[in-house]
């Protein structure tokens, strides 16, 4: 079973690499999802419920959950800078000329509802600037 929440958190560059950070809203929604996901496994009828992790929510340990994305949004975020993301408003790399992106991962965050016309309409979008530029070259 997972446990899906909309984050709010943030990418920040650290080592010159981007670095998805959970912010404590994030954590508190992933582990109230958690614990509802358990008391419904329990309601249906389980004899034995927990984590792959050691401890589980009562242990009060920080790292009982694994975080993780279900649909990787913003994990190549698009920025106006090198220091804000990993790609410019064409979806071309900060870090590798030519190289573009254009799928969920350069949205800022995850979109909260099922991204499937969101991604197409951004990777349409980031395809003509894409198809702009070889012509120009």
């Given at each position: 079973?997972?446990?899906?929440?909309?984050?709010?958190?943030?990418?920040v560059?650290?080592?010159?690499?981007?670095?998805y950070?959970l912010n404590e809203?994030?954590?508190?929604?992933?582990?109230?999802?958690?614990?509802?996901?358990?008391?419904i496994?329990?309601?249906?009828?389980?004899?034995?419920?927990?984590?792959?992790r050691?401890?589980?929510?009562?242990?009060?340990?920080?790292?009982?959950?694994?975080?993780?994305?279900?649909?990787?949004m913003?994990?190549?975020?698009?920025?106006?800078?090198?220091?804000?993301?990993?790609?410019?408003?064409?979806?071309?790399?900060?870090?590798?000329?030519?190289?573009?992106?254009?799928?969920?991962?350069?949205?800022?965050?995850?979109?909260?509802?099922?991204?499937?016309?969101?991604?197409?309409?951004?990777?349409?979008?980031?395809?003509?600037?894409?198809?702009?530029?070889?012509?120009r070259?």
């Amino acid at each position: 079973m997972i446990t899906i929440i909309r984050d709010r958190g943030s990418g920040v560059k650290v080592e010159g690499r981007l670095s998805y950070n959970l912010n404590e809203l994030d954590k508190e929604s992933m582990k109230a999802g958690l614990r509802q996901a358990l008391r419904i496994l329990i309601a249906a009828g389980a004899v034995e419920v927990g984590t792959h992790r050691m401890g589980g929510p009562q242990s009060m340990e920080e790292n009982w959950v694994n975080y993780s994305s279900a649909h990787q949004m913003g994990s190549c975020r698009m920025g106006n800078s090198e220091e804000e993301g990993a790609v410019d408003e064409n979806g071309e790399s900060w870090e590798a000329q030519g190289l573009f992106v254009c799928d969920a991962s350069v949205l800022p965050s995850a979109v909260g509802v099922n991204p499937m016309i969101t991604i197409q309409s951004t990777a349409y979008c980031l395809s003509k600037k894409i198809a702009e530029i070889l012509k120009r070259q």
